[in-house]
Each structure stands twice: as C-alpha cells, then as structure tokens.
C-alpha cells in the first residue's frame, strides 16, 4: 500500500465490495431502495477518499489531466449520495416536526428524486445495470480505473513528501487568507460558512486518504496548540489518522492543530446543519401556505433562525482562526517539511 495508486485501489474495490452487498441485499428485500441501501452500507465515504485523492492529484502529481476526470467522476456520485443525506435527514427529523401532509410530500418527493439521480449516476458512470426493477453487478468502471492507474507514472516517495507538505500549506494558507481578508463572505452560510467548512473538511480528508503517508507530529509539549492535544482528541474516530509502517517519506501534521480543527467542522457543522434545515422547511412551510410563526413553532429547538446561524458560525471560526491563528501554526509545520 505504499504507491500512489494502490491507494486509489484501496478505495474503489472499497466501493466495488458496497456495491456488491447492496444488490444483494436488495435481492432479498426488492421493496427497498437501492441507493437507500447503498447510502446505508456507507457508500459515500470511499468516494470522500477518492475525490480527495484526486484534489491532490491535480496539484502533486504527474497525472493532472487524468486526475480533473477523476475527480468529476468522484464528486458526480458523492454529491448525488450527498444530496440524498440532506433529503432523508430532512424525511427523518420531520417525523418529530409533524408539518403538514403536504410537506411531508414534498419532502418524500426530494428525496426519491434525489435517489433516482443516484440511480441514474451509477449506471451512467458503470457500476451498476438495471434490467426491470432488478440491479445487477457491472465491472466496467473498476476496471477502466485499474487501467488508467496502470498506465500513470508517480512521483517517489521523497518528492511526493514534499510536494504533499507545499500542497498542503498552500492550501491552508490560502484558507486563513480568504478569511482575514473576508473574500469568504461569513455572513452568508451557504457561500460562506458552508464552503469555508468544506474547505476545511477536505484538509481532515487528504490527511486519512493518504493511507499514513500523513502522520502526526510528535513534539508535543512544543505544540503552539497543544491544549487540544486531550484523551477524548485523541480518541475521536475522526481524529484517527491510518497507520502504516511501510510508508517511505511521511508527512507530519501538527497534532494539536488537526485536533483543533476537527473541533472547528464539529462545531461549524452543527451550526450550519441546523440553520440550513430550518431555513428549508421555512421554505416549504411558505410553499404551502402556512405562516412564519407557526413553521417555527413546529421546528421547536430544531430552528435557528439565519442571524443566529451565522453569528455563532462567526464566532467560532474568528475565534479558532484570527485570534488562535490554527491554519497559520498548521501552514508553518508543513512548511517545515518543504
């Protein structure tokens, strides 16, 4: 697991293996949805891990041209299971909500679409045929991958080492810089707070994508954000980077600053989820006649309303990224190893 590619590998039989499972779990219950199934059996992540190999690729690698089409294809299904996510979560918590029938519709309706275009998604990009209403297997695009991989050349382990720590310092400063410069607009959550934590999301992503060619820092007490450095950082599933003691050149990433920002996407996250629900069945509740106050009253703790949402969003990231300079203390540990 020590080339490039082999990472590549990793993850598309990952997903190959999903596939596999759904149809048969399918096959056994054909009342069910297949993209649900899917969705359920974890599908999404190994596409994280690809399109994240793919980012990196169009940047360190010699295979820039191949990479853009990777990473189109990549994002093509993960935004369609994506999409799904934010529908069924919707589905779901509107069973405590209990808006009207016509909601619940319009919500049901969302996201059956949003499965239809998972559907139509894989079978396009080859991983699936469907004959009537039964799925089955098809290899065609695993196979077109392991070919395109075959034929690509890579750097060696040294001077991916380096181009991996620029990457990533380039990318980390540039994020800091969008936000001391307010070129991300953090009054607006979608464009903003969403995207400067998608930005910050994909750093945590390349780290475990690389299959330990990313590895913690190990000086600890020198950490400039060592107080992050807790049992339960330590311990956190997300905050668990792959081990691997055949990896040639590793790359550190700052310890306290990986765990800090995995409490800053936490954070963020919580925010801007419940600012984007709350915003949606306002909506839906407008589309179908009801009130503000009485759409509110049905969200319960479920609502935040759009000022709210962005004041606390702006605080914490001001918070973690001007005054406790977490992308700056990162960008200067990889600068380090440049």
Not at 77 to 83: F, L, R, V
Not at 112 to 137: A, C, F, H, P
Not at 308 to 319: P, Q
């Amino acid at each position: 697991m020590n080339k490039p590619k082999h990472r590549y590998l990793l993850y598309l039989n990952e997903f190959d293996t999903i596939v596999k499972k759904t149809i048969e779990n399918h096959n056994d219950n054909q009342l069910s949805s297949f993209g649900q199934l899917l969705y359920q059996n974890d599908g999404r992540t190994p596409f994280f891990k690809l399109q994240g190999l793919a980012r990196i690729d169009l940047k360190c690698s010699k295979n820039e041209k191949k990479a853009l089409k990777w990473k189109e294809d990549f994002k093509s299904i993960e935004d369609a299971i994506g999409m799904y996510d934010f529908w069924s979560t919707l589905l779901k918590n509107n069973q405590k909500w209990n808006f009207p029938k016509e909601a619940s519709s319009y919500i049901e309706y969302r996201t059956n679409l949003s499965l239809g275009v998972l559907e139509e998604r894989l079978i396009k990009k080859g991983w699936i045929t469907k004959d009537d209403k039964k799925y089955l297997y098809e290899d065609s695009s695993l196979l077109n991958y392991k070919k395109e991989l075959d034929k690509s050349d890579w750097h060696n382990p040294s001077k991916e080492a380096k181009k991996l720590a620029k990457f990533l310092r380039d990318e980390t400063i540039d994020l800091h810089q969008k936000i001391e410069n307010k070129e991300l607009d953090l009054d607006n959550i979608e464009f903003g707070i969403h995207e400067f934590r998608r930005k910050l999301r994909w750093l945590s992503i390349y780290s475990t994508a690389l299959l330990g060619k990313i590895t913690f820092s190990e000086n600890d007490s020198q950490d400039p954000l060592k107080k992050y450095i807790t049992k339960f950082n330590r311990e956190y599933k997300y905050n668990i980077l792959p081990e691997n003691d055949k990896i040639e050149s590793p790359v550190s990433f700052l310890r306290g600053g990986f765990y800090a920002m995995g409490e800053l996407i936490n954070k963020i996250g919580d925010y801007k989820d419940t600012g984007l629900y709350s915003s949606e069945m306002l909506h839906i509740g407008e589309l179908i006649g009801m009130n503000q106050k009485d759409i509110i009253s049905k969200l319960g703790e479920g609502y935040s309303n759009e000022e709210d949402t962005i004041k606390n969003a702006k605080s914490v990231i001001n918070k973690y990224v001007l005054k406790e300079n977490l992308l700056i203390h990162i960008a200067d540990n990889f600068n380090k190893q440049v």
